[in-house]
């Protein structure tokens, strides 16, 4: 009976949902303590701001927006993954404006499109990417700098899985992938326009 009481008296830990606001103009770090990340709608990273997401987080987009001038860092780990999921139909993100971003060990689940602009370099180690877009699942524009390694992209949607834009411009837009798996797309799974390259090393397209 005492032993009970001693376990009874024990604060356990708890987990509380986090509400994103729609601007984020300074530094922070997302903790698995303050899982899951509710991005209601819309949410806005300003230039020069980092946001760090440690292992084990799950961020939740609600018919939600994202775009991101600023940095990300989502470190997860084989045994720790972090979560993007998109709750709804419409979840999207935007990646602006010579930002870097990186994702280890990420899942996105119920993604309809992830847009890369503007010489943002984009880096996905050990991902796990599931889009539903009509048109495609990962677009890469304007200078903008794709890498996927050990990767999955499974386009749920009618459109292609990947496609690379080039324009007029001295720098070609870039897509460099290895070890990494497409499939699910019903048209033309990977495409590319204009002064754009895609490095393709070894990849299976299902």
Wanted: proline share 4%.
């Amino acid at each position: 009976l005492i032993f009970a009481v001693v376990l009874f008296l024990i604060p356990l830990p708890s987990f509380a949902s986090t509400i994103v606001p729609s601007s984020i103009d300074q530094d922070i770090t997302w903790t698995k303590q303050g899982s899951p990340y509710q991005i209601n709608g819309y949410a806005y990273i300003y230039p020069n701001t980092t946001v760090t997401i440690q292992p084990g987080v799950v961020v939740e987009l609600n018919q939600a927006t994202v775009d991101i001038s600023g940095n990300i860092e989502a470190l997860g780990s084989a045994t720790n993954p972090i979560t993007i999921r998109g709750m709804g139909n419409v979840n999207r993100m935007s990646l602006y404006a010579k930002n870097n971003v990186s994702f280890l060990h990420t899942t996105f689940e119920n993604i309809q499109n992830i847009a890369i602009y503007n010489q943002s370099t984009v880096n996905c180690d050990h991902c796990l990417l599931e889009t539903t877009s009509d048109q495609s699942g990962i677009d890469v524009f304007n200078e903008g700098n794709l890498t996927l390694k050990d990767s999955i992209l499974i386009q749920h949607g009618s459109g292609a899985a990947l496609s690379v834009f080039g324009n007029s411009g001295n720098v070609p837009t870039q897509a460099t992938i290895s070890d990494s798996i497409f499939s699910g797309s019903t048209q033309h799974t990977l495409l590319v326009f204009g002064n754009a390259i895609m490095n393709m090393g070894s990849s299976t397209i299902k």
